[in-house]
């Protein structure tokens, strides 16, 4: 029973969000979403996150906002869990997953998104939403950059 708790996101009223960084194999290249005016911090750059609902294990809430922010299939998307960051502050806990694909591809926005784009991760764009540097860097491992 101790290992079926783990698998939902809800516990003891605790919220969960998770997000993933889309990193194309054949470019080296990160997929970054410019945000609308509908949610916090409108016109700038982040990864594909957001809300897991309290029913959803944690990778079936991060495939749902990939297929509702940028309308692929979840399936083309290979997810390894990263790292898990905990908020004592605002209740929350963060899963983050790296995902690959085998080339760029061009996604269909919905309305919390204004642009996307493929960068390099020397030559990110700006601004960031808050927080967005340091989640790359917990993805990636790679504390230098």
Avoid at 31 to 39: A, E, F, K, Q, T
Avoid at 87 to 104: C, I, P, Q
Avoid at 119 to 133: A, H, W
Wanted: contains cysteine; proline residues 6%; aromatic residues 10%.
């Amino acid at each position: 029973m101790k290992n079926k708790l783990k698998l939902y996101t809800k516990v003891i009223d605790r919220n969960v969000a998770g997000g993933v960084l889309i990193k194309c194999l054949n470019t080296d290249k990160v997929l970054l979403l410019l945000r609308s005016d509908i949610g916090d911090e409108p016109n700038t750059w982040s990864l594909v996150s957001g809300t897991i609902e309290p029913t959803e294990r944690i990778l079936d809430g991060i495939e749902r906002e990939v297929k509702e922010e940028i309308n692929i299939d979840p399936n083309y998307i290979t997810y390894k869990f990263k790292h898990k960051e905990v908020s004592r502050t605002k209740n929350l806990d963060f899963y983050y997953y790296e995902g690959y694909v085998g080339k760029e591809f061009k996604p269909t926005l919905n309305n919390e998104h204004l642009d996307y784009v493929w960068c390099d991760l020397n030559t990110l764009p700006q601004p960031l939403f808050p927080g967005t540097l340091n989640k790359i860097k917990n993805i990636l491992n790679d504390p230098k950059r």
